[in-house]
């Protein structure tokens, strides 16, 4: 594995574990109030999106389960902004998040 390819998988992780501390101890109901938690965690997608799509154009053995919905939450978030959906964005948290984390740490051992 490169260093490049590191690099960007722990871009991933990083942003991954930031997104966890931005909701820490808050529900869905608090994070639709919150505008800053909000954007912080709309940056954080768009870093992971980045990141991923770059590490699968630059390294074809990298395999993430959820690469392609990654990069399309990444569009969305960037060119839909003023669509976008917070229980898309929650369910995507609790749901999808867990297992790219799960993936980039297996991939960086």
């Known amino acids: 594995m490169t260093d490049k390819t590191r690099k960007y998988l722990f871009d991933i992780l990083e942003s991954v574990e930031s997104i966890e501390k931005y909701i820490e101890n808050i529900d869905f109901f608090q994070y639709q ?4 938690v909000r954007r912080a965690v709309e940056r954080e997608f768009e870093i992971i999106g980045e990141a ?3 590490l699968l154009k630059n390294d074809k053995k990298i395999e993430l389960t959820s690469a392609e ?3 399309g939450m990444r569009n969305r978030v960037i060119h839909g902004y003023d669509k976008i959906d917070d229980e898309i964005i929650w369910g995507t948290i609790k749901r999808h998040l867990p297992v790219l984390k799960k993936e980039v740490k297996e991939l960086l051992k």
Do not use: S
Request: glycine residues 0%; without cysteine; hydrophobic residues 40%.
């Open 52 to 54: 991923t799509n770059v």
């Open 33 to 36: 109030k919150n505008k800053m």
């Open 69 to 71: 919905r990654i990069i």
